[in-house]
């Protein structure tokens, strides 16, 4: 079996892990290796040929293969080569990983540090436990999106959509585009799940119905796909007699996404539940020694200039650990999540550079205030839907290291204040 | 024009596990024998939906303890327990054995996973006990008291009020549709016609033979062995009143991951109203065994609310650690299908000459081989000749699976085809070139496919593989991918190419 020896290994090409190769290089670590599953790089943004992407990071408004490009050019023009169809099957606490490709054959990584950046895959129809039969024109938003957009076909001509994630509302669009009908898009909470940009632009503006407060209860059909019966939905229990059936060929989920961590748990890497990803330091460092974490595999980011910010922190601290200047306090703070925080990364604080935190709230607060510690934050509204972030310099955290706790809450402000 | 018909001597109707083990055993002699089903592949009907499960050797008690609570008999448990072995039982015991010598030469999976019936009080130990002691009297051997500490130590993760149990050696896990495929291929190698997506339609008696005539044209057959499973009360009608028919209840399961929570069927010994079993499939999944619901549509394998809010009250029963809501993989419906005249023991008896009637009741899967040998020796003794062939076949070969080969076997098989080394399905690691075989061994679907490598049966359910494994087997066949199919006859899975649509609703939609 081929070894190859290298300082950082990097598995998954897709934004996350390219962002992570190149800040590697820039640090000045040559060598390293990007593994990648599939036919190509980029990952998801291959097949998000919507715009919106970029306005952050590059303040440009970019549809997903230009940013992806830009990334892969300057990885290109670094000399790093990626594996591509190469399916890392195995991680190992000692950090080694054994690959597939059609090349190399089954081959074994032994790097100095790894960077896990394998993304979020989509959550199922079973994982809802949607009752009924199990025809054919189901379909996760995301493989539609992959049919239509890169393969060139359309899964079906009459569409209902469950759930109102972003993939959902840009499909919805696109297939309007495309010629089909979309009847409804159906979403349990009494707000859609992606960006409001994307409501309005998506539906609105194309006038596609979006049932607030309402699921999907049954599936029918018993080869395609006939139709399926929604109904409202009022504190987590269907209202009586609000049930009607629509017609449609083809079901698509946007349902949420799920960090995917299976070679994660073979390493023994600590995972957050609420997350769904691992336990890391603000190094973006896991519980397992040298094993670096970023992007979607982490936690699952709204906007994809996060992922790339997140991607460059992991790619620049596995550098500087292979390097050995990544500096660790004896002790730690612990990051609590705390009123209405769904998820806050990092889990804790082990350096003295300062910590950027990332959190996700339980529920909409209109004239918020994120309170850190002593820091306080004010927001005319916070969503569920946005990734909030909040930098604590070293002075911040300061005297939180003799209790080694630090809490994150977020609530309505008590006075009306300017908000940033 | 004149129908063409096909003639043979033996046609056996249906291609479930008992239907393709039939045919497999009369391939052995030099009889001519078609087997008709009427979906795209074998092992699609109750094979399909059914558990997978081989039952081990002390199994048939808790049925009998089940049907003593059931009807309120009378007897005392011991008396229950030492009745004689009806067929059913007596086959499903030969029939266990056979699954395991016909492993090696089918190259079909059997995993000797083992039961343990738990036991929450000193009274179930009793009962325990006495299963014991019965079943040792009938010959299952290796069985063991396990004490509150043998508990945990073969199932370290069960919950804390079980005292005790059972441990059964002898159950086993299979994939069901696996094995059907590897009967009626081995068959097909000696020298049987395997005829899919052939269903039929009416049954005429001609001269010394039937005229069976299906969706695909007529067969003229001497013999018929009605093996149609939840569908034999109606192919027997068609050539006279039955005097059985067929009664089935829907079984709803969920498929978790197996995240090292289980490594035996566990289970309680029946009692109504308490969760049934807990089983690791072969697959390496757990299914959470089943809702039982009387049914009459023979086409109704919905799934319905009560019963997945139920089932997954179940598992945390047994394994508190399981979260059904985190675990889940899927969920689907099978039957249990039992004969009126008969039951719980099988009806295997000819309804008219030369027409062998097989009206079967669950579990018709573990006893499958064991009742095509005791088929075939009933066909003889019907006036079939039976002459053994010199040069049957007994090997039926797959290629293991890729993923499960040495270091040294993947990298020559890749280097000798690089679309070994192309990993398409990431949640089951299922190379390119396995999709391709699977094409080669006459996969038409998607739902073939799944089953023969597994590809889509991950925790994605096909998020990743859908879009790879459409492109592989659009250019392995030499279709367009929007002729492919989930499971045959209007299961499209892409119904246009792109700007298809759009331009031809021009004017109309915009």
Known sequence: MVTKEVDVAIIGAGSAGMAAALRTKEMGIDNIIMVERAEYPGGLLRQCIHNGFGLQYFKQDLTGPEYAERFIKKLASMGTPICLNTMVTHLYPDRSIIAINPELGEFKISPRAVVLAMGCRERTRASLGIPGSRPSGIFTAGLAQKLVNVDGYLPGEEFVILGSGDIGMIMARRLLLEGATVKAVVEIMPHVGGLIRNEVQCLHDFEIPLLLEHTVIEIYGDRRLEGVKVARVDKGEVVKGSERDISCDTLLLSVGLVPENELSREADVLLDDATGGPVIDEFMQTTIEGIFAAGNVLQVYDLVDNVTLAGEKAGENAARYVEGTLRKQPTEIEVIAGENVRSVTPHKIVGLEGAELALRVKQLVENAEIVVGNKRRRYRAISPTEVMKINLSPSDLAQFWESGKISVSCQRRQTEEVYE | ?510
């Open chain 2, 1 to 510: 024009m004149r129908e063409k018909v096909l003639e043979t001597q033996v046609a056996i109707i249906g291609g479930g596990i008992v239907g393709t083990a039939i045919a497999r055993e009369l391939s052995h002699y030099t009889v001519d024998t078609c087997l008709l089903e009427k979906e795209p592949a074998v092992g699609w009907g109750i094979t399909k939906g059914s558990m997978s499960l081989i039952h081990g050797g002390t199994a048939h008690f808790g049925s009998r303890i089940l049907k003593r609570t059931d009807t309120q008999s009378s007897m005392t448990l011991e008396a229950l327990l030492s009745q004689p072995l009806d067929m059913k039982e007596r086959l499903g015991q030969t029939g266990r054995n056979m699954y395991f010598e016909l492993a090696p030469f089918l190259t079909a999976t059997i995993i000797q996973i083992g039961k343990i019936y738990v036991a929450s009080d000193q009274e179930q130990m009793e009962t325990i006990k006495l299963v014991k002691k019965m079943a040792e009297v009938q010959g299952v051997m290796g069985l063991r008291v396990l004490d509150r500490d043998g508990l945990r130590e073969e199932e370290p993760l069960i919950s804390t009020k079980f005292i005790g149990g059972l441990y059964d050696p002898t159950e086993a896990a299979i994939f069901a549709p696996e094995w059907a495929t590897a009967f009626a291929e081995n068959a097909r190698d000696n020298g049987v016609h395997i005829l899919l997506d052939t269903e039929v339609t009416a049954i005429t008696e001609g001269k010394g033979c039937y005229l069976i005539k299906t969706t695909h044209g007529t067969i003229k057959a001497e013999f018929v062995v009605n093996a149609a499973g939840l569908f034999a009360d109606e192919i027997a009608s068609m050539v006279g009143k039955p005097d059985f028919s067929m009664y089935f209840y829907k079984c709803q399961m969920l498929v978790l991951e197996n995240k090292g929570y289980i490594s035996h069927v566990v289970g309680r010994l029946p009692e109504p109203g308490y969760p049934k079993l807990l089983l690791p499939t072969a697959h390496g999944d757990i299914l959470v065994v089943h809702t039982m619901e009387p049914s009459t549509n023979k086409h109704d394998l919905t799934t319905t609310k009560e019963g997945l809010d139920l089932l997954s009250t179940y598992p945390s029963y047994f394994i508190p650690d399981i979260s059904p809501k985190n675990d889940i993989k899927s969920s689907f419906a099978g039957f249990l299908a039992f004969n009126t005249k008969n039951a719980p023991d099988y009806l295997v008896e000819f309804g008219k000459d030369r027409f062998l009637n097989l009206a079967l009741a669950a579990p018709g899967l573990g006893p499958a081989p064991a009742l095509a040998k005791e088929v075939v020796a009933l066909l003889g003794d019907g006036g079939l000749e039976l002459t053994e062939k010199s040069d049957f076949n007994p090997y039926r070969f797959t290629e293991p699976r890729f993923i499960d080969l040495t270091t040294e076997e993947k990298n020559e098989r890749i280097s000798r085809n690089p679309r070994y080394g192309h990993i398409i399905c990431r949640c089951e690691h299922v190379s390119e070139q396995e999709v391709v075989e699977a094409v080669k061994c006459g996969a038409r679907t998607m739902d073939e496919v799944k089953f023969r490598t597994r590809a889509g049966m991950g925790r994605c359910q096909g998020g990743f593989c859908t879009s790879r494994v459409l492109k592989v087997m659009a250019r392995e066949l030499s279709m367009f991918p929007v002729e492919l199919t989930k499971k045959g006859n209007n299961t499209p899975i892409l119904k246009h190419k792109t700007k298809e649509l759009r331009e031809g609703r021009q004017g109309v939609a915009w």
